[in-house]
């Protein structure tokens, strides 16, 4: 779209006097690099995101891409900046290693969420024996809601009666509080948080685990140890460091086992396949919530992908190390102005105005909109339903009208796609399983008498062309069929025409026909109804209402909790002008109106379709739908908004970091910048060993002192020893001016300038890679372990950035020495290029 786009308005742009380019997937960096200098670049978000970030790992300025972010005009702009704002733009690199995950792991999870799964049925066989709204029945539901919010007798018992939910939550809501939560959960292995989207180990859960891999949870032995060593004068520091790194490792296997453990269940109990992802020649693809297609470019990184494969049995595949990451709202942050547009902001006004400070306004169609919005009926079964839809698609076959049908999940198009097979209506599949054939399918959906049933793919961004003529052909089939019917005995035949213009058009074809039939028009408050009656309709006795429809008919299969992700289906239909219908068919067993069940206020509007199925509709229902997608999205907002606090933290760090990392790359002279590293690591030095320049035991002080320097620079400090402490910071800076000068004068200036440079920018980019680890390994402690509000992202943002703290140091802790002890260059030859210095550096980073 974005080469199309591009090639489109070239002309246009360039007779303004501005460049215009189109940034691709195919395109080598050379070709980026002249493309990103023009006035006007189109491109995919996720093409710019991913150039941004391999621009901040780059070690020359000459290497970069990306000019300066100056306006980015952003289609689609609701599902780019509010439903995919969090989620991360991940680069990952290195040969990747294939997570070892021992079979007895695998074999423990399984057997865990077995257990977890008999802990749910004896809880549902007990709700069986309890009383019909009782405290000790409200108590069960409250357990069944935290082991599997999908269990079958809880969503029975809460879908009859809407205020159930209510109840429900706030017992867990009261046990919680009181600290009485384990009351909830003793019985349990795991509980599952009431978003669906985090879990937490119980302890019983924890001991059955344990009983099978041995103690995991349990780290608090290495701590002390680790504690000790750090404060253990009697071994030289070589060896406390050795010590100290060994328990370090340990506890980061230790540590790694754990999280490992609670990705595998999170996999296991939480994801599933067809709705969160689905098994596509032998590897597991990503499926995207809002568009329902599948991102084979996506994966879940830190073992979760991992515990996936392995669910599946689908080879594992290497996971490779994360170099950097940044969420859609961070990249976009980056630019001075941005802008957007898209066919369903309106809804989404505050989110707008509050997160990115946009205002929201509408633009007028620039045809009129000839589409015609039914409003959404409900029945009380999934059975009635998806009859009272086939009726729907049988009715549409008779006059060749194009049907799409949109569901939310493979599994559910997959559903349908059955019922009209065993009916013998011919149609094809979209979903993200085949969207190999995208093109094709869509190519067909507008052509006349084609049903398609597609998940959300066929929604944002498809445009299906209506074949030429298609409401003439429609048209002529309505009065082939009036006419078979009135021949055939029917009196009258009532077509219900939604627009005057859709009635001038059946008028007008009523007329050419020259039938001889009585017509008779008639305004109503929804639109105009053509009566034709039979030659003598006292004759005649029975009389057929139907809908007279052109265009595209678009089904929805259940409504989302996203108002957006409807109206973009609805949106398939009537596009550009054109005729259009679209429906929802509902029922009482749908994900959204599952928990909370018909409102009794709907229950007034109830009528009998023509097969005698009782169906909700009106106002009602209307006002109840518009109350649970305005509570859904409150909660997806919230959801937004706590991903987005610790998304900022870790991003504040991020663009810290690349912005110092930028004007390192920008520097012509490190020397200056290396000067302040020396000063600032000497007075790190002698705050260490002398804090507040205090003595305490000056023997044992400089010693430690003079140990450290001598171990990571090969120097002796002993000339430093009773120097007044007043002086002993500049005496350490002179010591280390003097072990690099040994290294200065190996090379020429320019070389030892840009060897300066590239061995910090790849000093810093290794120790950032375990930072971003680090930061990762905190927020997945917090997921996987239940949500606990303000106390968890004050602690994670306080850790986090004493974390980023720690990095920065360690930078000059592990660049400095790294500087001092580089080997020399060849004597007995030319000196190496540049190429050659670089490999060099790589090769002591290895």
């Known amino acids: 779209l974005a080469g199309r786009d591009a090639e489109f308005l070239a002309p246009v742009f360039e007779s303004l006097g501005l460049s215009v380019s189109a940034v691709m997937e195919v395109m080598e960096e050379s070709e980026r690099r002249i493309a990103y200098g023009k006035s006007i670049v189109y491109g995919a978000l996720r ?68 257990q977890q799964r008999s802990a749910v049925s004896a809880l549902e066989k007990e709700m069986g024996s309890l009383e019909p709204r009782s405290h000790a029945g409200l108590i069960i539901l409250a357990k069944l809601y935290l082991a599997d919010p999908d269990s079958t007798v809880l969503r029975q018992e809460l879908s009859s009666d809407p205020k159930e939910l209510k109840r429900v939550l706030r017992i867990i809501s009261e046990y919680r509080v009181d600290e009485e939560y384990e009351y909830l959960t003793s019985n349990l292995y795991y509980w599952i948080d009431n978003d669906g989207r985090s879990l937490c180990l119980t302890e019983k859960g924890q001991d059955f685990v344990e009983s099978c891999l041995g ?42 086992r754990m999280h490992q453990i609670l990705r595998m269940i999170w996999g296991y109990a939480l994801l599933k396949k067809d709705v969160d992802y689905l098994v596509r020649d032998d590897q597991v693809v990503l499926i995207d919530k809002y568009t329902g297609r599948g991102r084979p470019d996506t994966r879940y990184h830190f073992g979760l992908q991992a515990a996936l494969e392995i669910k599946e049995g689908v080879p594992v595949q290497p996971e490779h190390e994360v170099l950097g990451q940044i969420s859609v709202r961070g990249f976009i942050s980056q630019y001075s102005t941005v802008c957007g547009m898209t066919g369903t902001a309106m809804s989404s006004k505050r989110e707008f105005q509050s997160t990115y400070g946009l205002d929201v306004i509408s633009v007028v169609p620039n045809k009129h909109v000839k589409r015609t919005d039914f409003e959404p009926r409900m029945y009380f079964s999934q059975r009635n339903k998806l009859e009272a839809m086939l009726d729907e698609v049988r009715f549409c076959q008779l006059i060749g009208r194009p049907v799409l049908i949109g569901t939310h999940s493979i599994d559910e198009c997959d559903a349908i796609s059955q019922l009209l097979t065993s009916d013998g209506i011919d149609h094809n599949l979209l979903n993200a399983a085949n969207d190999l054939e995208e093109d094709r399918i869509i190519h067909e959906a507008g052509l006349l008498g084609s049903v398609t049933v597609a998940t959300d793919m066929a929604g944002r961004g498809t445009d299906i062309i209506l074949e030429v003529g298609l409401d003439y052909q429609i048209t002529s089939n309505y009065i082939k069929l009036v006419g078979h019917l009135l021949d055939d005995g029917v009196g009258v035949v009532t077509l219900k025409c939604p627009t005057n213009e859709a009635a001038e058009i059946l008028l007008s074809a009523v007329r050419a026909s020259d039938l001889g039939y009585g017509v008779v028009t008639t305004n109503k408050k929804h639109g105009i109804e053509v009566v034709l009656q039979a030659r003598d309709v006292s004759k005649h006795g029975r009389v057929i209402n139907m809908d007279f429809g052109l265009g595209l008919f678009v089904i929805g299969a259940e409504v ?105 790359l920008g520097m012509e002279d490190f020397e200056p910048f290396l000067d302040d590293l020396m000063a600032a690591k000497a007075a790190q030095l002698s705050q260490m060993y002398f804090p507040g320049l205090l003595v305490d035991d000056y023997a044992r002080q400089f010693a430690d002192l003079s140990d450290e320097i001598y171990l990571d620079y090969n120097i002796s400090a002993s000339s430093l020893r009773g120097v007044d402490l007043n002086l002993i910071e500049d005496g350490i800076t002179e010591l280390l001016n003097e072990r690099l000068d040994k290294t200065r004068e190996r090379f020429t200036s320019r070389e030892f ?32 372990c239940g949500a606990h509000g303000r106390g968890d992202m004050a602690a994670f943002t306080l850790t986090s950035f004493e974390s980023y703290e720690l990095f920065q140091t360690r930078i000059v802790d592990s660049f400095l020495p790294r500087l001092a002890g580089f080997s020399s260059p060849p004597t007995n030859g030319p000196r190496p290029p540049r190429v050659e210095l670089f490999h060099d550096v790589m090769q002591i980073l290895a």
């Not at 702009?77 to 040969?95: K, M, S, V």
């Not at 518009?626 to 706590?642: G, I, Q, T």
């Open 47 to 114: 093409e710019f995101g991913f150039d941004f970030m391999r621009d901040n790992l780059k070690l020359s300025s000459v290497e970069v891409v990306q000019r300066k972010l100056d306006v980015a005009v952003i289609d689609e702009a609701d599902h780019a900046l509010i439903d995919e704002a969090n989620i991360p733009l991940i680069i990952a690199g290195g040969a990747g290693e294939i997570p070892k995950i021992p079979a007895k792991l695998r074999t423990t999870i399984e057997h865990l969420v077995e």
């Open 215 to 256: 103690p995991m949870f349990e780290d608090s032995a290495v701590l002390d140890r680790l504690s000790t060593s750090y404060s253990n004068n009697g071994l030289s520091l070589a060896s406390r460091r050795k010590e100290i790194n060994e328990l370090d490792r340990q506890l980061a296997r230790k540590q790694n």
């Open 560 to 664: 989302s909790d996203n108002a957006r992700v409807d109206r973009q289906l609805m949106g398939r239909s009537g596009r550009q002008g054109a005729f259009g219908t679209s429906q929802f068919f509902l029922s009482a067993e749908d994900c959204l109106l599952k928990d909370a069940g018909p409102a009794s206020s709907a229950l007034a509007d109830t009528g009998i379709d023509s097969a005698g199925r009782t169906f909700l509709e009106g106002a009602p229902l209307n006002r109840h739908l518009e109350k649970l997608r305005e509570n859904a999205e409150k909660d997806a907002e919230s959801r937004r908004a706590r991903i987005e606090e610790y998304t900022r933290v870790f991003e504040a760090q991020s663009f810290a970091y690349y912005r110092s990392r930028m004007d390192i």
């Open 753 to 784: 300038n840009e060897l300066s440079t590239l061995l910090y920018l790849q000093t810093s980019d290794e120790l950032w890679k375990e930072h971003i680890s680090y930061v990762q390994s905190l927020i997945l402690s917090t997921q996987l």
